[in-house]
């Protein structure tokens, strides 16, 4: 009825292989685009941007990064806390080393430093395939971290250990620092959120991405047909290394502002972004969202019902989050193993054919 | 942005002037690795102003409304705890971790909101002319270290000449904290001074009393925080290591730190900011809140170590409001009288013994320059067979002359990095 495809004539091959097929998907998406630039900024307050929106943000970016290594080019990874620690400690290093720098070039600095961290740890992949390279990718984690505590030069020899964010403007705005508006900040982190989730699918559906699913599928029969397996998995360590670190350096300079390796970036972190990929679906950019979005918002969601709502004591609670996550993740392996994208392509499938299936 | 919240706040304060009454929220931690410790301070802090809201009806005529947030001792849902409260009127955050008291300092003084962090936290903040909202009295991490080693000194009659200390600490900003101080110290006195570091949360300790077997180090010093400091024990305990030669800070000196390993943890030693053992103040808490059934959390930690300093914590609080009530006239209370309540708090002896809890902390006060009030400590042992902690010592001052010149240092250099003005506490 009001969601269909009739009517849509495509007459040329770019028309044809738009991301958004259906006019209304594409009108919904800049609906959207419009909301989230347009308004969300001038009604946003200080508990909405930073308990929800911009952690939501900043890890979207992040379930990016692992989708396309996982999702996309199927290799397994646990080292995302780590690569996001990168990240964290790059942006703080360029920061504080060159103090002129502007915040989206520190940012994106942070990202290709951590691209080839991530070709480094991702040589290995060559080699080792599945649990193996699991295994590989968590000792990345670890030593990340370890090197991160235990080299005073990443924390400029500070007498806590700690990182810590000064204050950077962009035209005339605190951007990082106590200072720094939310608005301001969720528009910084935005801004990111949407130009790599357009690169990331203009990646994923051209050749490139043809390739990562080619050696996902089947690594020798990728090669028999052509796809060079050192190229096609290091391009993915690299690209998804970069949205990792991007992701790291955001929620370093812009969300938390001081950060403890150990406590930020430790092995919980790479489960979480996992969970995320997992729960919103393996392989679809829409997926990393929609698992960064749950895994945000039950939470709050959680503590709102329970605590809120409920009056059942807060530890009852946390603990049952725990629980429920841990439910889902088993419930979705089992009955939806492509996630909340899965359920969302389907969905729309229906409203195709609605009111009149057959 | 900021404007139009803190006006729409204020629309939403005026609208609604049934809603008097004083926002205490209580940043807990009663799940993860730290809830062992986490428990019988909100324990502790909850009670306290239950008490006095169903004994006194409040504190200057107003009720007290504690709102809890679950942390799990975690910086990222701290943040969160932090922003969804302090919207309702918050009067002081203790958040109880040094981790998210280091980003509640930038967010807390920009919205202006005290932050008091009782014996932890960033220790510089002591320099009430660089922190103007933040807290650390009645003592900090420099200060706990100073005293632990003019225990020591008193102990091997003024010298510490060629004796070796380890220090065994919390690899995080908390553990971190004491390692300047001990350095200055031990070139001060000549006693090396060796720095092991266990990673969160601390199960993983072989390694680390490997190489105190090996050593057999004369002192052993522990920051140690939740399961670290029960693993730490035990280890002792298992290589035979002599517990009078075994100190921990104040949060590494708790009933439940040392149970675990049994009789073989009698004689460790601890510092200690609070007083312990019956006070009067706790039958209070028995008859006016656990008897009606309000007792936070499960109620079996009354008069434990830690649940004593959480109520002392809320004592603190409170006697800050009611300066703060005093001052300026009014009962209800806004954020910033808070802060100047906490500023011209003064706790005596006698106050306390009003108070139903004498001797629970050293007699201070708080001015406009020193935040970080005396920071004197007392040595506890444990002992095993009544388990129960036993105060040695009387409370001990630290060496001013050498935490001073560190905390005018860190704090002038923080105030540099992030272009604060300081404040002129000469009139």
Known sequence: MFYREAGDFKTSYAADNQTFAIRFDRHGYYLLLAVAIFVVPFVINDYWANSLLIPFLIYAIAAIGLNILTGYCGQVSLGTGGFMAVGAYASYKLMTSFPWMDMVSVTLLSGLITAFVGVLFGLPSLRIKGFYLAVATLAAQFFLVWLFNRVPWFYNYSASGQINAHERSMFGMAVTGPNAEVWVKYLFCLFFVIVLAWVARNLTRGSIGRQWMAIRDMDIAAEIIGVNPLRAKLTAFAISSFFVGVSGALLFSVYLGAVEVGEAFGINKSFLVLFMVIIGGLGSIFGAFAGAAFMMLLPVFLKIFGVDMMGWPADIVAHFQLVIVGGLIIFFLVVEPHGLAQLWRLAKEKLRLWPFPY | ?427
């Open chain 2, 1 to 427: 942005m900021k404007r139009l919240a803190t006006m729409a706040l204020a629309g939403l304060m005026a609208a609604g002037p049934a809603m008097a009454e004083l926002v205490i929220p209580d940043l807990h931690y009663r799940t993860g690795p730290y809830a062992a410790g986490g428990i019988p301070f909100s324990d502790g802090y909850q009670d306290y102003f239950n008490l006095l809201n169903a004994r006194d009806g409040g504190i200057g005529g107003e009720e007290v409304r504690i709102v809890g947030c679950e942390t799990a001792y975690n910086t990222e849902r701290g943040v969160e705890c932090y922003e969804s409260t302090k919207g309702e009127g918050a009067l002081i955050y203790q958040p109880l971790s040094t981790g998210i008291t280091y980003q509640l300092i930038p967010r807390a003084t920009v919205d202006g909101i005290p932050l008091h962090t009782m014996g932890y936290g960033r220790t510089s903040a002591a320099n009430g002319e660089v922190f103007e909202w933040v807290f650390n009295y009645p003592g900090n991490y420099w200060d706990s270290a100073s005293v632990i080693v003019n225990y020591l000194l008193d102990q091997n009659e003024g010298s510490l000449d060629g004796q070796s200390i380890v220090l065994l600490y919390h690899n995080s900003a908390y553990g971190r904290e004491p390692i300047r101080t001990l350095e200055v110290l031990s070139e001060q006195y000549g006693f090396d001074l060796t720095l092991l570091p266990v990673d969160h949360p601390g199960q993983e300790q072989g390694n680390q009393w490997l190489q105190i077997r090996r050593e057999r180090p004369d002192y052993v010093l522990m920051w140690g925080w939740g399961v670290m400091n029960q693993v730490a024990i035990q280890e002792a305990a298992n290589i035979r290591y002599p517990m009078e030669q075994f100190i921990g800070n104040w949060w590494s000196g708790a009933e439940h730190d040392a149970i675990p390993a049994g009789a073989a943890a009698d004689g460790y030693l601890s510092l200690n900011m609070n007083g312990v053992g019956d006070l009067p103040v706790l039958d209070d808490i028995q008859q006016y809140v656990h008897e009606a059934g309000m007792a936070a959390g499960d109620g079996n930690n009354v008069g434990t170590v830690l649940y004593i300093r959480g109520m002392y914590a809320a004592m603190l609080a409170a006697e800050a409001i009611r300066t703060a009530q005093e001052m300026h006239g009014v009962s209800e209370i806004t954020p910033a009288m808070m802060r100047d309540g906490m500023e011209s708090l003064s706790i005596t002896a006698e106050r306390m013994e009003e108070l139903g809890m004498p001797g629970v902390g050293p007699a201070f006060e708080v001015t406009c320059a020193n935040h970080g009030g005396p920071g004197m400590g007392r040595i506890q042992q444990w002992n095993a067979a009544d388990q129960e902690w036993v105060t040695v010592t009387d409370f001990i001052a630290p060496d001013d002359s050498v935490t001073q010149p560190l905390v005018e240092e860190d704090s002038m250099a923080f105030a540099e990095e992030s272009g604060i003005e300081l404040r002129d506490c000469a009139n």
